[in-house]
């Protein structure tokens, strides 16, 4: 049986809908059910990204060091968070499914994030998520 999170792949990444932060949002919403507010920024604008994904929220985000399905990974190219994805389980492992500019939607296994000039920073839980 294929993971849930296969039918996502290959989705085009597109400015205000399906960059990073619509994506997770979407996922967040559609598999758990969450309400999460979107995030306004322009995705194209790297700067204002790192600002946006700088301020978290603690009120709504929990920090969390033990990472479930559906948790926010904050992803960075230098020092700031600049990219965010959810963390999925899969059965050879976790992975983020993310939504990344010119190549749409991909999942990537934490130790592979550095191939893609990533790394993982910092993971959030949804504080009105129960579990």
Do not use: K, N
């Amino acid at each position: 049986m294929m993971h849930w999170s296969t039918r996502h792949v290959g989705t085009p990444w597109v400015a205000g809908e399906t960059d990073c932060w619509h994506f997770a949002a979407s996922v967040w919403r559609d598999r758990w059910g969450w309400q999460v507010d979107p995030v306004a920024v322009d995705p194209a604008d790297p700067r204002a990204i790192r600002q946006a994904l700088g301020q978290i929220d603690p009120a709504v985000w929990r920090p969390v060091t033990r990472l479930a399905e559906g948790d926010a990974a904050l992803m960075a190219r230098g020092q700031r968070p600049c990219h965010v994805g959810s963390w999925i389980l899969l059965p050879e492992g976790p992975a983020i499914l993310h939504s990344v500019e010119r190549a749409g939607v991909i999942v990537t296994a934490p130790d592979r994030l550095r191939e893609i000039g990533y790394r993982l920073v910092a993971s959030y839980r949804w504080a009105a998520c129960a579990r």
